[in-house]
């Protein structure tokens, strides 16, 4: 216990000095702490978790917090740097996985570039498939259902300061289509319909009622098609076990006492809270705190406000962790952005 509120008088220190060395806004400097303080007491005091435990907990918050920070010291008045950067960073990934794309294809070998790294195998076989002919490329990450996982957030963010598809979003989106991972075919999908949904609701320019029609027309066939796909794929067996996991962690969950459905199961890192995690970051997050998930969505959401929430919303629906330094870099991004459209409104 000693060791806990030693790293939560450093947390609160650092936190509350954050003004003083990079320039976040004190609001976001002030929810941020609160919500520390909240959290820390009710690991503690209503779900009894492990000390040890918490202290890790103290310590990934630590690393987000300082991975906000520095995107605002960086790029708080760099605005152009920062999507210059979201954009390289999102070239460098597609590129990488049309190079795997294209060389298996032509000459039937698979570009692995974490093997030599890592030294495990990156899992791009088609394995639902009776034919060895057919890959699913992740680029840089494990799986394809990661890498669509990693670079959406880069999609939303460039897509958010462009307001408008260019080819890089073309690429992208034709790519987690083109990687056969269900996964990334539905964000893909979930992703057009969000850009159509708000061209209809914002965009004053265009024909609402010819965008209407192509909006229904495009959803049915996106609907239709993710429905036959998934049906095909997750006919076996060994396929099941895929979803079987999801299943059996909800069903595990619904399962639970009361007081566990109502404040959660507390923070830790085990099997099943990575379980937890490959259903979605919102399932997680409640998962794991119940009704004090509500103040980190509504944290999340004012970081977000006066920017399109729907792609806030499809990130979310994502397996990316809540302590993953992506999420809270694309959190912060949207800070930047945030705070640049208000300057602007001054």
């Known amino acids: 216990m000693r060791e806990v509120l030693i790293a939560l008088v450093g947390t609160l220190m650092l936190t509350s000095n ?4 990079f320039p976040v806004p004190t609001s976001y400097i002030n929810s941020f702490l609160s919500l520390t303080l909240i959290f820390i007491i009710y690991l503690l005091y209503v779900l009894n978790t492990a000390p040890l435990v918490v202290l890790t907990f103290i310590v990934l918050i630590l690393t987000n917090i300082f991975v906000v920070a520095f995107m605002f010291l960086f790029y708080d008045k760099q605005h152009q740097l920062l999507f210059t950067s979201i ?6 990934f597609v590129f990488a996985w049309y190079l795997q794309f294209f060389v298996y294809y032509i000459t039937g070998h698979y570009i692995d570039f974490l093997q030599p790294i890592t030294g495990e195998a990156q899992r791009y076989q088609a394995y639902f498939s009776s034919s060895s002919f057919f890959i699913r490329p992740t680029s840089l990450f494990n799986e394809p259902g990661t890498y669509a996982m990693a670079t959406l957030p880069y999609l939303v963010l460039s897509y958010l300061e462009n307001r408008k598809l260019t080819r890089l979003h073309y690429f992208t989106l034709a790519s987690y289509f083109l990687s056969l991972s269900l996964f990334a075919i539905v964000v893909a999908a979930g992703f057009m319909i969000i850009v159509m949904l708000y061209k209809i609701l914002i965009d004053p320019s265009i024909n609402k009622g010819k965008m209407i029609s192509i909006f229904l027309i495009v959803s049915s066939i996106l609907l239709i098609g993710i429905k036959t796909y998934n049906d095909y794929r997750f006919n076996s067996a060994v396929n099941l076990r895929q979803i079987d996991i999801r299943t059996n962690v909800i069903n595990g969950w619904l399962a639970e006492d009361e007081f566990s459905l109502l404040f959660g ?7 099943k809270t990575a379980d937890a995690t490959d ?3 919102y399932f997680r997050v409640v998962y ?6 509500l103040p980190l969505f509504i944290l999340c959401f004012y970081m977000a406000w006066g920017l399109p929430l729907f792609f806030v919303l499809i990130v979310f629906l994502t397996k990316i962790s809540y302590f993953h330094y992506l999420f809270w870099y694309f959190m912060a991004a949207l800070m930047v952005l945030n705070q640049r459209k208000r300057d602007s409104n001054n």
Do not use: R
């Open 288 to 293: 794991d705190y119940g009704v004090l998930s």
């Open 18 to 21: 954050l003004k003083i060395i």
């Open 265 to 271: 199961n507390g923070f830790d890192i085990n099997e």
């Open 87 to 92: 954009n390289s960073a999102l070239i460098l």
């Open 279 to 281: 259903t979605s970051l």
